[in-house]
């Protein structure tokens, strides 16, 4: 094979489903208030019943069902108001039949009760007496003590990140660290002669500052990871695998963007397969098909195209999913989509998937074209659409879906 071709080319469905690492983040314990999005490591199970009591869900009288049967306006219940259950506080009185009990929204349901009935059904004409106007269901305005979760039950469950209510629930069961994985930790390489830091005010001909770097560390944060910057490596031999050497004991993920083209210098395959094995040389996406996969003694390496805007559509279709399963989580969280018309015809290859940049006004998603040399085709988009592997392409007015950058 000669050394300017791509050996080991596959496609992004093989590889999300091939290139799956066994190896995951240390498990660490965090209070609530550093747990959001977070991974469990393991399902949490509720201590105790919730809420713990039989309770009122609505305003009203605690009352037997079967005393408001047949209850109308022109022929309403009469019962003996028994007194008031205050919130926080066990019930004094309980319900006899023929009575009721005031209750608020929240509060226990007293003994001998098995409904409730809504203030806005009641009239208290008479002192010490409420008339009821319309019939409750026996359960009517209640909720049982082990209606929200029962003991043991799952509060959360492993490998799913965690979400605002998941907190709510586990304060509401006393729950307050969670068992965690810890944030995969994704060290970032740069390569390339011409690429400088960002903090270069002058510029010699031809060097350009690394925008790949901030942009892949803002992707590993958004999917739960710990960016490790790892500076720049230029393409001299020997150099990226000696970083890489640095790099690995400390990872649980690296990427290294360029050089993994077919360019004479492009320096990547060869200093990756010094470290470890490459499982995909050539990835059948666009933009993005100089995309290499290897495994360094258990540590994945994605090594991505030089083009920023290429090495950050490869990242999020094949790394971000990686930085969450490495913490834990199988299934990332689904990004937002919307559905839309397209705009216009969309040519692609069979066998190949088409990540296409757009903006979508009026529900009509409009394709942004230009090189992949072009960063800012992504800043102006609003979100991407795929034409499938399958797919030869797409009509214009086709319903897509389009996911939506945030
Ligand atoms: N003869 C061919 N030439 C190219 C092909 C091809 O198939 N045949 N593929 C093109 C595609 S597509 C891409 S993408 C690039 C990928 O090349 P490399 O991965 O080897 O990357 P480089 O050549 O080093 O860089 C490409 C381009 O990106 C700029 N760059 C690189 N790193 C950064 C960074 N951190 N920040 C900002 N800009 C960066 C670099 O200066 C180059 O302009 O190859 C095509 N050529
Ligand atoms: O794959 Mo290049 O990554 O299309 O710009």
């Excluded at 660290?177 to 031809?206: F, K, M, Q, Y």
């Excluded at 944060?221 to 490790?228: C, I, K, S």
């Amino acid at each position: 094979m000669s050394g300017r071709e791509f050996f080991t080319a596959r496609t992004v469905a093989e590889a999300r489903a091939g290139f799956r690492p066994r190896r995951r983040t240390a498990v660490e314990h965090v209070p609530l208030a550093a747990a959001l999005h977070r991974v469990p490591a393991e399902p949490v199970p509720a201590p105790a019943p919730l809420p713990g009591f039989e309770r009122s869900t609505v305003d009203g009288f605690a009352v037997r069902a079967a005393d408001t049967f047949g209850a109308s306006e022109g022929l309403p219940s009469y019962l003996d108001l028994l007194g008031a259950v205050r919130m926080g506080a066990a019930p004094e009185v309980a319900v006899r039949p023929g009575g009721c009990v005031a209750v608020p929204t929240g509060a226990v349901l007293p003994e001998g009760a098995d409904a409730v009935v809504m203030v806005e059904y009641t009239a208290e004409t008479l002192p010490g007496t409420v008339e009821v106007t319309r019939p409750v269901a026996p359960g009517g305005g209640v909720v049982g003590a082990d209606e929200d979760v029962a003991a043991g039950a799952v509060l959360v469950p492993a490998g799913r990140p965690l979400r605002a209510p998941d907190l709510g629930l586990l304060a509401a069961a006393g729950v307050t660290a969670v068992a965690v994985h810890a944030r995969a930790r994704v060290a970032i390489i740069s390569t390339g002669d011409e690429v400088v830091p960002p903090s270069t005010v002058d510029l010699a001909p031809g060097q350009v500052r690394d925008a790949t770097a901030s942009a892949l560390a803002g992707l590993v944060t958004d999917a739960g990871g710990e960016p490790v910057p790892a500076g720049i490596v230029a393409d001299e031999p020997g150099a990226l695998k000696e970083r890489l050497l640095e790099v690995l004991p400390e990872a649980d993920l690296v990427v290294v963007s360029a050089g993994s083209s077919v360019g004479a210098r492009d320096e990547t395959a060869g200093a990756v397969a010094a470290v470890g094995d490459i499982w995909c040389h050539g990835l059948a996406i666009k933009p993005g098909k100089p995309t290499l996969l290897a495994d360094c003694g258990g540590v994945p390496l994605v090594g991505l195209p030089g083009n920023p805007l290429s090495a950050l559509v490869v990242f999020g279709q094949v790394g971000v999913p990686l930085v969450w399963l490495l913490a834990g989580c199988d299934t990332p969280p689904p990004p937002s989509s919307t559905r839309a018309r397209l705009g216009r015809d969309l040519a692609s290859a069979a066998g190949r998937l088409d990540i296409v940049q757009v903006t979508v006004r009026e529900g009509v998603a409009e394709p942004l074209f230009g090189p992949s040399a072009l960063l800012s085709v992504l800043t102006r988009a609003d979100g991407y659409l795929t034409v499938p592997e399958p797919a030869t392409g797409l009509d214009a007015g086709t319903e897509v879906e389009v996911v939506l950058y945030r």
